[in-house]
């Protein structure tokens, strides 16, 4: 499925965006193409390199990507980075997608991103061609991580963001020893604070379920096998949303089985979308 081969130039670069007010400045890297581009969305404490292979993917060698890091996160940066939420990432996403000229597009967001691309749909839902929501939030059941603002309040952001790594660090889940190793080198604390609210009032007070049920577009949610008891994978799959579980792995897909989450990705990309 994978292996070196001839591709089109993946490009690298900056773009300057000045959202509600706030000044960023977008880490990105995309593929160009004659097909409708797929929009990656990394989640919380990831970047646009957890989702880069597929570039290397021989299923979407033909296709056209990008990917970019949230302000705060990676290489992209702001400067008032405790403006951040969900609703001022889906207005970003909204001012990067116009100012490449992208109108119609395939999305593929995780966690945060599977949040955000939600939002993002839900204003736009002729522009997204298919949606695959990796583990994004549609319950309070969902905000294992987000919640722990709450849980383990803290008025210090990098007292909070030190104890929240070490406690990620001794779950027992696939994935989180990964995820907690890079997370002081991939996000900024002072962002952790303000998405994490964010994620929390909108599952606690919103149908995001209703909302992702009710989408146009044909949809994908995928989950780790620890967590197949999530209480509303029946009512998906009786809606017609096409459920993806992936063995050997949780909530970070990316690092624990990346092989079977693109396979299966692609697949469900195949079917003529």
């Known amino acids: 499925m994978t292996g070196p081969m001839k591709s089109r130039p993946l490009i690298w670069e900056c773009t300057d965006l000045v959202v509600g007010g706030v000044n960023v400045t977008i880490s990105s890297v995309r593929r160009e193409g004659p097909s409708y581009p797929i929009l990656i969305l990394h989640g919380f404490g990831s970047t646009k390199e957890d989702f880069a292979d597929i570039a290397l993917v021989k299923a979407f060698s033909s296709s056209s990507f990008v990917i970019y890091d949230a302000p705060g996160s990676g290489q992209s940066t702001s400067d008032k980075l405790d403006q951040l939420s969900i609703p001022f990432l889906v207005e970003l996403a909204e001012g990067f997608l116009k100012k490449h000229g992208i109108e119609k597009f395939h999305l593929i967001g995780h966690s945060m991103g599977g949040l955000t691309a939600l939002k993002l749909a839900q204003r736009h839902p002729d522009a997204v061609l298919s949606f695959v929501n990796i583990k994004g939030n549609l319950a309070p059941e969902d905000c294992f991580l987000s919640r722990q603002v709450l849980d383990h309040p803290s008025d210090n952001p990098q007292t909070f963001f030190r104890q929240f790594v070490e406690r990620t660090r001794k779950s027992q889940e696939f994935g989180t020893g990964i995820y907690a190793a890079a997370l002081q080198a991939k996000v900024k604390p002072e962002v952790v604070r303000p998405t994490f609210e964010s994620m929390v009032h909108l599952s606690d007070t919103e149908d995001l ?31 017609g949303v096409e459920l993806a579980e992936i063995p050997d792995a949780a909530h970070f897909i990316m690092y624990s089985n990346p092989v079977e989450m693109w396979r299966r990705i692609a697949l469900f990309h195949a079917k003529g979308l």
């Open 209 to 239: 379920l209703d909302i992702f049920i009710s989408l146009p577009c044909p949809k994908m949610f995928m989950y780790g096998e620890q967590y197949n008891t999530l209480s509303y994978l029946s009512r998906l799959s009786g809606t």
